[in-house]
């Protein structure tokens, strides 16, 4: 198993995406052991408010828990394993059914950087129509090695990316950067579609969403402070 200082702050990072907002009964993070680069970390299959240091697993890329002991597993943990796969510059990965970035991905209207916080959306946010690859007759989970690889070309070399009818995905070079997209995408989603009901939408350029990535993605330890204190105070 990873050190004590990934597992917790896996822990963590499960209680703020609950109390922010973005995962509620259902809804998962994981971060790929850094020593083992070919292992990642994921909660057994409860609640994310309610992880403690004790429900957390290690997995390969397989899906395979290694050490299973009777512990129940997400049926979507094909989306963390397949991601880790294919893309060796994640560290983290947060799938969620946040509300309001389901209408994006039901809809031709694209979710776009409305604001500074959010300049990582500028790289565009594909989204991913299971029916392309196991027809009309799904329960629209990833449960299988083969969903779970056409996510993860789906989602490409992107930071996130959206699942039609079921939620998102957000990806990050480290924990911090994956919880802080996966709460600022929910937020942009809420905000643009605001916007668009008061008139059309001035979004950021490619060169403003650019910077403000840039920006922000040396600013994570902020948020994820004040998130993780709000969070644990709440127990």
């Given at each position: 198993m990873a050190n004590s200082e990934i597992v917790d702050d896996l822990v963590v990072a499960n209680r703020i995406l609950f109390h922010e907002g973005v995962l509620d009964g259902f809804g998962h993070a994981s971060v790929r052991d850094e020593r083992n680069p070919e292992r990642f970390l994921l909660a057994r299959s409860m609640a994310a408010g309610l992880v403690t240091a004790e429900d957390i697993m290690e997995f390969d890329y397989d899906?395979?828990?290694?050490?299973?002991?009777?512990?129940?597993?997400?049926?979507?943990?094909?989306?963390?394993?397949?991601?880790?796969?294919?893309?060796?510059?994640?560290?983290?990965?947060?799938?969620?059914?946040?509300?309001?970035?389901?209408?994006f991905g039901v809809t031709p209207v694209p979710l776009q950087p409305i604001y500074h916080m959010t300049g990582f959306l500028g790289e565009g946010v594909p989204v991913?129509?299971?029916?392309?690859?196991?027809?009309?007759?799904?329960?629209?989970?990833?449960?299988?090695?083969?969903?779970g690889r056409a996510l993860a070309e789906t989602l490409g070399q992107k930071p996130v990316a959206l699942m039609r009818g079921h939620g998102s995905i957000a990806v990050g070079v480290s924990l911090r950067q994956s919880v802080y997209r996966a709460i600022y995408m929910e937020m942009n989603a809420r905000l643009q579609s605001e916007a668009m009901r008061l008139g059309p939408v001035n979004y950021l350029t490619p060169g403003e969403?650019?910077?403000?990535?840039?920006?922000?993605?040396?600013?994570?330890?902020?948020p994820w402070a004040l998130w993780k204190r709000r969070a644990m105070a709440a127990g």
């Open positions: 899906g395979t828990p290694l050490d299973p002991r009777g512990r129940a597993v997400f049926l979507e943990r094909f989306i963390h394993a397949e991601i880790y796969r294919a893309r060796r510059d994640v560290r983290a990965v947060v799938h969620s059914h946040s509300p309001n970035l389901i209408p991913f129509e299971i029916r392309q690859f196991a027809g009309e007759d799904t329960n629209m989970l990833i449960t299988d090695g083969k969903l969403a650019k910077g403000g990535a840039e920006a922000n993605d040396r600013l994570l330890e902020r």
